[in-house]
């Protein structure tokens, strides 16, 4: 079945970095966007950026340049958000996510990784 | 960035109830909207898409409504596995938002 499933849970101090990855499967998987999604506890849904899982175009919130980087790796059918520079505000579960198409909202879901920042 | 606001935050309701949440857009977004029901500790579910579409599998109890920057989400008769948090998403423009969330709580 089509699925996407996340690395596990992480913590961080201030200023370091975290990379997530989410694997998929199921599909083919260079014909979908896959999208990040992040939920600060008690908060609603943020999204973060895209990218083209077919030629690698990225896309990302303005709120977030210049500190995320998504990627990803075909022959392993892996993407990968990493954020920088992180501060306490970025403690939140981050989820994957894939549209059936540009027309479609996202169907797909990852179980969500928490990333906890603290010192 | 398109403002999404969802109104109400809370909602208090029985099962068989009725029950409409609106979502409202800071500027037109066509039918550029979906409707994901979100339970603690889980992943969002995607229910309604371009306004009005019913997602595979989806119980027909719910349907969705509107156009341009206003929009609802009705479940017909509430069922107990209907408890959750709604959020409406546009993605008509880049940053893709969402809205607050109205939490569906029992009566």
């Known amino acids: 079945q089509v699925q996407l499933v996340q690395s596990g849970a992480e913590v961080r101090k201030p200023g370091a970095s975290v990379k997530v990855s989410c694997k998929a499967s199921?599909?083919?998987?260079?014909?979908?966007?896959v999208h990040w999604v992040r939920q600060a506890p008690g908060q609603r849904l943020e999204w973060m950026g895209w990218?083209?899982?077919?030629?690698?175009?990225?896309k990302y919130s303005q709120k977030f340049q210049g500190r995320v980087t998504i990627t990803r790796d075909t022959s392993a059918t892996t993407v990968y958000m990493e954020l920088n520079s992180l501060r306490s505000e970025d403690t939140a579960v981050f989820y994957c996510?894939?549209?059936?198409?540009?027309?479609?909202?996202?169907?797909?879901w990852g179980q969500g990784t928490t990333v906890t920042v603290s010192s | 960035d398109i403002q999404m606001t969802q109104s109400p935050s809370t909602l208090s309701a029985s099962v068989g109830d009725r029950v409409t949440i609106t979502c409202r857009a800071s500027?037109?977004?066509?039918?550029?909207l979906a409707w994901y029901q979100q339970k603690p500790g889980t992943a969002p579910k995607l229910l309604i898409y371009?306004?009005?579409s019913l997602q595979s599998g989806v119980p027909s109890r719910f349907s969705g409504s509107g156009s341009g920057t206003e929009f609802t989400l009705t479940i017909s008769s509430l069922q107990p596995a209907d408890f959750a948090t709604y959020y409406c998403?546009?993605?008509?423009?880049?940053?893709?938002?969402f809205g607050q969330g109205t939490k569906v709580e029992i009566k």
């Open positions: 996510a894939r549209p059936q198409s540009v027309l479609n909202g996202m169907d797909v």
């Open positions: 199921g599909y083919t998987f260079t014909r979908y966007a």
């Open positions: 990218i083209n899982a077919g030629n690698g175009d990225t």
């Open positions: 500027q037109s977004i066509s039918t550029w």
């Open positions: 371009k306004a009005s």
């Open positions: 998403q546009q993605y008509n423009t880049y940053p893709w938002t």
